[in-house]
């Protein structure tokens, strides 16, 4: 069983935006593995923003100082 993992951020995603990856990278993985497309599970997983770090900075500060310097 071949499994598709996602990971994003808390709200950052809709159930509509979710159902059209489900629906596109499954058909993708299809297409380059040639296995039936019940064959693949598609798992998102939903960090909270503090659980993310990018450059050294946990995602809100990082966003926060984004915003700053508009």
């Not at 380059?32 to 923003?49: G, R, S």
């Amino acid at each position: 069983m071949p499994v598709i993992s996602i990971t994003l951020s808390q709200g950052q995603t809709n159930r509509d935006q979710k159902k059209k990856m489900v629906e596109i990278f499954t058909k993708t993985a299809v297409e380059i593995t040639d296995l039936p497309e019940q064959a693949f599970t598609v798992f998102f997983y939903e960090l909270e923003k503090e659980s993310i770090g990018v450059g050294g900075k946990l995602l809100p500060e990082m966003l926060a100082a984004m915003n700053n310097n508009q």
